[in-house]
């Protein structure tokens, strides 16, 4: 695993008004070499938010990012960078996860009250490796395509924790 690459993830999307901030991992192969919050086509991230927010999924990715400007969403991942051959966050070596700058990021994003996880690893990595403490977190279903749990689901689950977040 040392010799593997040293991934960069990508830059938080989301406006300074954000209201709630979802976190990810560390982005797939298929997301990175986008440059691209969830692009592998197999997740069901895009999908959901295009059904609790009215926006086809495969919009084009600047109007995606707008709908979740408009619904107060920032999005982000807890790793800055790691070492990981594929996409699974199983095959992150662990010794060289490095944290996202929170502390800058909640400065920046002051109204960014509650944090969803997008699945344990989010959280657990959060939990180990993030100084800071958030009050209002809640852990969601991966959307990873990696994530058995059916669809509907998933959908269920984002629904509700969303609901109560507009």
């Known amino acids: 695993m040392s010799r593997s690459p040293l991934l960069e993830g990508l830059p938080p999307i989301g406006s300074p008004d954000a209201k709630l901030v979802i976190l990810g991992n560390m982005p797939s192969v298929l997301s990175l070499a986008s440059g691209q919050y969830y692009g592998n086509p ?22 995606r990012i707008a709908m979740l400007d408009r619904h107060g969403i920032a999005v982000w991942d807890v790793l800055k960078q790691c070492r990981r051959v594929g996409s699974l966050d199983s095959a992150i070596a662990p010794d060289s996860m490095v944290a996202n700058d929170f502390v800058s990021f909640f400065a920046a994003h002051p109204n960014a009250g509650r944090v969803y996880f997008n699945g344990a690893a989010a959280e657990r990595n959060f939990t180990r490796l993030v100084t800071i403490t958030v009050c209002d ?6 959307t990873s395509p990696a994530q058995t749990m059916s669809y509907p689901d998933k959908l269920s689950a984002w ?5 109560g977040s507009r």
């Open 159 to 163: 629904r509700a924790a969303l609901s």
């Open 42 to 63: 197999r997740n069901a991230f895009w999908r959901i938010m295009g059904e609790l927010f009215d926006c086809a999924p495969d919009a084009p990715y600047e109007q």
């Open 137 to 142: 977190a809640v852990r969601l279903p991966s």
